[in-house]
């Protein structure tokens, strides 16, 4: 019996977004990857959205292990939305979900069809302006790190408390000269934004701020994950202060007309007008001529 087909929706922390034909079921490209009913192999046919590491993989086969529910068969052409799981001699991925590649499910995902990394850019952008809570156009002025980091750092260098774990992010703050607010109430010449210096693992894909840096700041009251508490600095950052943690948080001032558009539907208070019943309004309603009959 052929396996019946279920598209589900897209998944916005998909990174390698791509068209592709499923080549076999049941079956891997890799050693490491043991064929099961949830792994198949599929032809790239065309990248969406990647990431600059796996743009070039238009024309290869790799190995898609299937989430939960979803079911393809040989032959069909798909949209998947992945996640990276292994890089070796061959590629595999995790599927996050997968759609019918119609022309406009094609259109939707490759924003810049020629430029599967912008367009990963310009998605991250759309959804980091969304969830922003202030907007702004500047150029950093100056970096430093803020007093309470320093004392946390000389503190456990000097015995007095827990050891800095190798996972700490290294706070730092890019003070920012504003040119102009696109989101958000406050309406500051400056605003001072934290982010992480450190380049571990946990932190070496958020936005590292320098003098001069000009752009697009798009900036979080509260980005701090919980079980991220344990990070010896971590008690001097305030819920009230901005954070930078996602790389879609700094952005070229080419992606501000997105951006802006982004910004503006999520907009607290933003409601589409109802549309107007038909019929005639109650100052004209059955309204009788003078002198009537």
């Known amino acids: 019996m052929t396996p019946a ?29 043991p064929a099961t009913a949830r792994t198949i192999v599929a032809r790239v046919d065309r990248v969406l959205q990647s990431p600059e590491t796996l743009s070039g ?3 290869h086969d790799v190995t898609v292990q299937l989430g939960p529910g979803e079911r393809v068969r040989s032959g ?20 996050l979900g997968h759609e019918e590649a119609t022309t406009s499910k094609v259109a939707a995902a490759a924003v810049r069809p020629e430029d599967p990394v912008g367009t990963l850019h310009a998605r991250d952008a759309m959804t980091q302006a969304s969830r922003a809570d202030l907007i702004v156009t500047g150029r950093v002025s100056s970096v430093r790190v803020p007093p309470a980091e320093v004392q946390a750092r000389a503190m456990a260098t000097g015995g007095t408390t827990e050891r800095i774990s190798e996972h700490a992010p290294m706070w730092q703050e890019a ?16 605003v001072v934004v934290r982010f992480p210096s450190s380049t571990d693992v946990r ?12 752009g697009v700041f798009l900036l979080h009251k509260q980005q701090i994950p919980a079980t991220r508490a ?40 933003r409601r589409t007008p109802a549309p107007r019943k038909a019929g005639p309004t109650p100052s004209r309603a059955r309204r009788r001529p003078r002198g009537g009959r």
């Open 230 to 269: 344990k990070a010896a600095s971590l008690p001097s950052l305030k819920a009230e202060q901005y954070t930078a943690l996602h790389p879609g948080d700094f952005q070229p001032l080419d992606q501000l007309p997105q951006i802006r558009l982004a910004a503006s539907a999520s907009a607290p208070g």
């Open 5 to 33: 087909f279920r598209s589900r929706a897209p998944a916005p922390q998909a990174r390698f977004v791509f068209q592709g034909t499923v080549k076999n079921v049941r079956a891997t490209t890799l050693k490491s990857v």
């Open 57 to 59: 993989y238009a024309g």
């Open 203 to 214: 932190w070496y894909h958020a936005p590292k701020f320098h003098a001069g840096q000009e």
């Open 175 to 190: 003070v920012i000269n504003v040119d102009e607010t696109h989101k958000g109430r406050e309406r500051r010449k400056q």
């Open 76 to 95: 069909q052409t798909l949209v998947f939305h992945t996640t990276g799981w292994i890089f070796a001699d061959s590629l595999a991925v995790q599927s």
